[in-house]
């Protein structure tokens, strides 16, 4: 050992400490650091988030008052029992889901850009997310499919009410299971590119998502060309015939 150094000894724990230390300092000072690059424009708040915002806001806005009132009108006339009644409940429930839960949660997503609200509320909110548009979709279909069977069999409404309330069962039913990959399949990840960028959702190439999106396309016609071909049989049938069904 030269004259004037002293010797020091670091151990493994010591290592480690000093090593977590250095990451961690480097990740809260990354726009200081060499550590990481610039984030790109796309990543941080911008005029395009600005404008989306706002629009989310006029949206909200719109769907509270329209909705709204219209429970308000529901609520006012609750003693009709109308399956239409019934319904327009269940498909205003789900709306006001959308409006004041989902909507409220992406514009402070990008207001904050990142994700910063953990692991749990990131699976939370996508379940949530997906929930809302399913049901509501679900619902739609049930009051489409009421319809239906009130054209084609206008004589058959011995079971017409309970028939309802089963549909909506179903939608419920189909929309609380149909969310729960959500919460599977998202969460909170580093960025590959950009590590500081935390955010939450899943990465995948854009191959991938296409083949998704063609897929789920392809089987929604398949599964719902039966429903519409049955339809166009049944308009095209004389309205004589329909007494006899």
Known sequence: MDEGFTEVKISNKDDNYINKSYIKFNKS????????????????????????ITFRILILIFAACGNLLILAILIKNRHQKSRVYMMLFHLIISDLIVAFVTIPIEMSWMISVQWEAGNAACKIMFYVRAFGSYLSSMVGACISLDKYFAVV????????HRRSKIMLGVAWAISII???PQSIIFHVEDH????????????????GSTTNLRTIYLLNNLLWSPFFDHHILQLQRPLGLWAND
């Open 29 to 52: 000072t990354y726009n200081e650091s060499f550590a990481y690059p610039d984030l790109p424009y796309q990543f941080t708040s911008n005029e395009d988030a600005i404008k989306k």
């Open 192 to 207: 590959l590119e950009y590590p500081q960028f935390i955010q939450c959702g899943v990465l995948i190439s854009s191959l």
């Open 178 to 180: 149909c969310s729960i």
């Open 153 to 160: 069999y206008p004589l058959k409404f011995v079971n017409a």
